[in-house]
């Protein structure tokens, strides 16, 4: 049973950061997950050193997992690069999200997997068009 996104909780992240040139940068920030009856909302916020800016938000909605499904659907804000549309599927012990931007212009993905009940290693990336322009390697630690 995953713990991220199915149970209301804050998550600290740190890790890495890749830009579009392959340069790595340390990142850290949180994630904080809530319930309501009709959506659940995660708000994140990433500081990532020696990047302009240097801060990375995104605040998503989901549509809530009905009992016996393996996929939903979530909507994201982006401040810098606008509204995003994803799906996110439960395989085993990985949580496996897809995403394109309302333009089209840019897409996605990342992958949660569970270590245990209170840590998740994230990987993605993010492309523009045919190219990479940045890339993650996080580690999720429930904090609440």
Do not use: C
């Not at 939903?72 to 395989?91: C, D, K, R």
């Not at 394109?100 to 990987?123: H, I, K, L, N, P």
């Not at 990336?125 to 429930?142: C, D, G, H």
């Amino acid at each position: 049973m995953h713990t991220f996104l199915f149970q209301e909780a804050d998550w600290e992240a740190e890790g890495e950061f890749v830009d579009q040139y392959g340069t790595g940068k340390a990142a850290r920030g949180y994630t904080m997950v809530r319930h309501d009856v009709d959506s659940w909302s995660v708000e994140g916020k990433i500081n990532v050193e020696g990047l302009e800016p240097g801060i990375i938000r995104n605040n998503y909605t989901i549509r809530p997992w009905m009992s016996g499904e393996k996929a939903t659907s979530w909507q994201s804000v982006n401040p810098a690069l606008g509204l995003f549309f994803g799906m996110i599927a439960a395989v085993n012990d990985s949580l496996l999200s897809h995403f394109v931007s309302e333009d089209g212009e840019y897409s996605g993905v990342e992958s949660m997997r569970m270590v245990d009940a209170f840590t998740y290693e994230s990987r993605g990336a993010l492309f523009k068009r045919n190219r990479r322009i940045s890339s993650w390697s996080m580690i999720l630690e429930r904090s609440g």
